[in-house]
Every structure is written in structure tokens, then in C-alpha cells.
């Protein structure tokens, strides 16, 4: 008897310590290292590059001087679609003169350009640049008109601006007016500003359309910050003589 109770007692602490142990464990599990994706973003990264030297002297009517801006697309740039704006000064109802003196009744614009822009490329006769004429705005308070032009086939189609490429010149040469109005010793400007888009998952070729997206997008940019579209200025100042 007495070795039954000991063998019972025996049976009674192996079970205390099986209950013991199952107390201790839990759910299986593991963990893995990260696994990471990592993803560099493009850019797109232009420059406007003209050929230009100041005037030393005030310019004259009937003067002309050198300037032939481009775009440039640096070699860390994507593929884009590129535009120019450029803002030329106005005389509102100003008299352009024939050379002599007569009135140019060939100039019917309201809002008359200070300058010819020689050489444009800006129209159907060509393989390089489009105006977008939806796009022409009279800022009258800075007094200028704004022209767009895209860097297009004349069939209406923009022309990719690849890596490291520049386009054509938007035109070679700028031509002060002979205008009746026209004040003396006063300091213009024409300012030409570069814009580009990617052309990756662009769904459209039309000039007008993209130029609605780079300035639907713009609108959206913060008024600090943000990365949306910056435009890239290049502008000159000329005195007009007396």
C-alpha cells in the first residue's frame, strides 16, 4: 500500500509539471527582414539660350539687333514638349511710319509691338515653332503683348525635345519700329520665358491642348514650394533713342 501512494504521489507531480510546461508556449511565428522598392522620379529640366549682346548705345527705329532664343533640354532631363512666351511691349492705337514717314495702313492691331521679331519661326510655312493664338493675351497693365508658341511641325504636331537636345531658334533678330508715339529715352523689355512638359503619358500632340495642361497644372501651384512648372526667364532691356 504504501507503494501504491508513492507511485500515485509520483503520478500527480509529473502531471503538475506537463501543466506546468504547456503554460509557457505560444503561437508559432517569425519575422522577416523588409523587403524594399525603391523608385527614382524624372525630371524635367530646360534652359532658354539666346545669342545677345547689349546695345551700348540707345536703339534707333530701323535698328536691329541680334537675338536668337532656344531651348535647351539638359542630359538629366526627360523627353518633353517644349513652348516659349514671349512678352513684347505695346502701343495701344499707335501709328507705325513707312520708312518714308508715311502710315503703315498695312498694321491694323489695336495693340501695336514696339519690336519685329525677324525671322520667326512662328507660323504654317515652317518645321520648327506654331503660335498658339488662343493663348495671345494684352496685358494691359504691364503693357505687352504675350504670344505662345510651341515647338511643332506645321501639320499642328509637337516635336519631342529629347535629352540634351535644343530646338531651333524662335527667331533671329529684333527690329525697334518706327512708331509716332513712340517715347524717347524709355527702357523696354522682351521677356521670353521656356515651359516643358513630359511626353510620357501625355495623351495628346495638339499645341493648344498640352499648353492647357502645363497651365491648368500651374494654376494649381503652391503660392510657396511645390515642384509643378517653373517657367525659365530670359529676358533683355533696350533704350529706345531719340
Known amino acids: 500500500m504504501k507503494k501504491r501512494k508513492t507511485l500515485l504521489a509520483l503520478g500527480s507531480l509529473a502531471l503538475v509539471a506537463a501543466l506546468a ?34 546695345p551700348e548705345e540707345p536703339i534707333k527705329p530701323g535698328d536691329e539687333k541680334e537675338k536668337k532664343p532656344t531651348i535647351k533640354s539638359t542630359n538629366e532631363s526627360e523627353a518633353s514638349y517644349v513652348f516659349m512666351k514671349v512678352a513684347v511691349p505695346f502701343v495701344e492705337n499707335g501709328t507705325v511710319l513707312n520708312s518714308d514717314g508715311t502710315k503703315d ?21 515652317n518645321d520648327h515653332w506654331v503660335r498658339i493664338d488662343s493663348a495671345t493675351v494684352h496685358d494691359a497693365e504691364a503693357k505687352k503683348n504675350i ?7 506645321n501639320n499642328n504636331t509637337l516635336t519631342t525635345l529629347a535629352k540634351g537636345a535644343e530646338t531651333e ?53 503652391p503660392a510657396s514650394g511645390g515642384s509643378t512648372v517653373t517657367p525659365t526667364p530670359g529676358g533683355n532691356t533696350e533704350t529706345p533713342g531719340e
Not at 510546461?21 to 529640366?45: C, I, P
Not at 504670344?147 to 511641325?153: G, I, N, Q
Not at 527702357?187 to 499648353?211: F, H, K, L, R
Request: proline share 3%; hydrophobic share 40%; charged share 15%.
Open 21 to 54: 510546461v504547456g503554460s509557457t508556449l505560444a503561437y508559432l511565428t517569425d519575422t522577416t527582414e523588409a523587403t524594399a522598392n525603391n523608385f527614382t522620379v524624372g525630371k524635367v529640366d530646360i534652359t532658354v539660350e539666346e545669342k545677345w549682346e547689349e
Open 105 to 125: 495702313t498695312s498694321i491694323t492691331d489695336q495693340y501695336v509691338d514696339y519690336f519685329d521679331l525677324i525671322g520667326l519661326n512662328g507660323n504654317a510655312s
Open 147 to 153: 504670344y505662345v508658341y510651341a515647338y511643332a511641325a
Open 169 to 221: 531658334p524662335l527667331f533671329t533678330k529684333i527690329k525697334l519700329r518706327n512708331i509716332l508715339e513712340l517715347a524717347p529715352n524709355g527702357t523696354e523689355s522682351i521677356d521670353v520665358s521656356g515651359y516643358a512638359i513630359q511626353t510620357a503619358n501625355i495623351d495628346s500632340t495638339v499645341p493648344a491642348v498640352v499648353w492647357s495642361y502645363i497651365m491648368n497644372q500651374e494654376a494649381l501651384t
